[in-house]
């Protein structure tokens, strides 16, 4: 069976008896329908504070690596072991829904559901959040046709769309990229979520002073667009265990995490919190350290980092038979995997490798990871959570939960009153193990800019490709000395940092040649086909 016909076969809880177990009272769940609901969090207050697990990976190839998948067979693992656990995950943006992903709720028996629902619409949150980012950008248009009061010269604010469209690049952002998205998921309340939007740098003057989007008094209409929505989404997995769903901002030109306060809630809610990190760890992993575990307060207990066996020949150089044992094509790849783990062990002293098994990984091949694991002094651990379940996890949970109870030291890369040119120097030599990087005249521009406005203070988000850890997606395994090159800096005053732009990735995506959406379908029976 294919992911959606085992979403469909298994037997889903009503959402409240989900929550009942959880002991929220029920006043405070807002069910859409009989499995997805929203929590109120502001009136879940306690002194609990669980664990927090991050999952994250070594570099994406284009078979997935299964960060979800594994994240969410850690959770129903660790519930088999009757572990008060809870996952908090991101929510699936539509453009890689109908593009090349066709769908982000995990895979095989290791899913949460209703998977249709959650890939397409959900709640609406990201609507909201599209909403909210284009009324900016209407209430902009709209002061400067009736008479400019503001003075604005220059608008730098884009509109969004959660689609995937080639033809909006020049003038849209992807609503993932957007930094309503980021606030959204940066914000610990509704107050807070109102006093940043009110922030973003919406324009300039003539004269170069920055005008806000709390100049044009529009921040009340947008707290109001987003009041249902900044509340967490829960919903379960195959074997009803508890998962959030809040936020979904990409993590090759996001922060790539879910938002703060569904991690938050988690931790009030159960002993131990699983999350993830988009794409690999050298983005998604840097980011939630640096940005998001600075700005919410919190520290994870322990990391979780996946790789496959499909990775690493690709890394070492296999094109097309990725089926047939190749121990040395392992050998060859696992540079990659080498330097994910040194990155995670320079912020983490918990770092756990768990390899996502596929039936054509062979015993020769698994023992290379192996090997390279007990050189690093990791543990090593196999999850078959895709075929079995949380029952093919319960390795890995232990595995966590003996890590859970070891002394952690954890620490962030750069320190906040580090100029901006020494933040992207240390996440690009400490991270992507470059000997130098260069800036473009716009991007020297742009730091003087930033130093204009006395925002030299905010941490930095770097956008770059997910697929190496330089800034060219050829490059693969780990490459040493190579030269960064920043085009573009962007300043999301309200999200509160700067987006270093690097390379060519781009915030509205393109359509690939032969995109999902040519496969999903709606039936006779009205039941969705063709998301996976």
């Known amino acids: 069976m294919n992911d959606i016909d085992i979403a469909k076969s298994v037997q889903k809880k009503e959402i409240l008896e989900i929550t009942r177990e959880l002991d929220i009272d029920d006043d405070l769940v807002e069910s859409y329908g009989k499995y997805k609901a929203k929590i109120k969090f502001n009136d879940i207050l306690n002194s609990k504070n669980g664990k927090l697990v991050l999952v994250t990976a070594i570099n994406p190839t284009p078979f997935g690596e299964g960060k979800t998948t594994i994240s969410i067979g850690l959770l129903d693992g660790l519930r088999y072991m009757k572990q008060n656990a809870i996952a908090v995950l991101r929510e699936p943006s539509l453009g890689p829904v109908f593009g090349f992903k066709g769908g982000a709720t995990g895979g095989g028996y290791s899913q949460v559901v209703p998977m249709e629902d959650i890939n397409i619409h959900f709640t609406g949150d990201i609507h909201a959040i599209t909403t909210a980012n284009n009324l900016i950008c209407a209430a902009v248009d709209n002061h400067i046709y009736q008479g400019n009061e503001l003075g604005i010269k220059k608008v730098t604010f884009k509109r969004c769309l959660d689609i995937n469209d080639r033809a909006l690049r020049d ?62 989404n829960i919903v379960q997995t195959l074997e009803n265990n508890p998962v959030l769903i809040h936020g979904g901002p990409f993590a090759n030109v996001s922060i790539g995490c879910n938002s703060i306060i569904a991690t938050k809630l988690g931790l009030k809610l159960s002993d131990i919190v699983i999350t993830e990190a988009g794409f690999g760890s050298d983005l998604g992993a840097e980011k939630f350290f640096d940005i998001k575990c600075r700005k919410a307060g919190i520290k994870p207990d322990c990391v979780v980092l996946v790789c496959t066996i499909k990775a690493l020949k690709y890394n070492g150089g296999v094109e097309s038979d990725f089926q047939t044992e190749n121990v040395d094509a392992v050998h060859k790849g696992l540079p990659n995997l080498n330097v994910h783990i040194e990155n995670m062990q320079k912020f983490n002293s918990n770092v756990i490798v768990c390899l996502n098994k596929y039936d054509t990984d062979t015993m020769e091949e698994i023992d290379v990871v192996r090997q390279c694991c007990k050189c690093y002094n990791v543990p090593f651990v196999i999850s078959d959570s895709y075929s079995k379940g949380g029952v093919g996890s319960v390795v890995l ?69 997910q697929y190496s850890i330089s800034d060219d997606p050829k490059v693969l395994g780990y490459p040493e000395g190579h030269t960064m090159h920043v085009r573009d800096i962007e300043i999301y005053n309200g999200a509160g940092f700067v987006t270093v732009l690097m390379g060519k990735t781009l915030t509205m995506p393109g359509l690939p040649k032969k995109p999902n959406y040519e496969k999903i379908d709606i039936d006779d029976n009205l039941e969705i086909v063709g998301l996976s």
């Open 171 to 232: 003038n849209f952002n992807i609503t993932a990229a957007s930094e309503v998205m980021t606030i959204f998921g940066l914000s610990n309340d509704l107050q807070e979520l109102k006093e940043n939007l009110g922030n973003i740098i919406v324009g300039y003057t003539e004269e170069g002073k920055a005008v806000y989007a709390r100049d044009l008094n529009i921040e009340g209409s947008l707290a109001v667009i987003l009041k249902d929505a900044i509340n967490p």
């Open 397 to 465: 949970a232990k595995e966590v939960l003996d890590t859970l109870e070891k002394e952690n030291e954890f620490k962030y890369l750069y320190d906040e009153f580090d100029s901006i040119e020494d933040k992207i120097d240390k996440i690009c030599k400490e991270i992507y193990h470059a000997g130098n990087v260069e800036y473009s005249d716009l991007a020297q521009a742009k730091l003087q800019l930033i130093k204009n406005l006395e925002l030299t203070h905010l941490p930095v988000c770097i956008s770059k490709t």
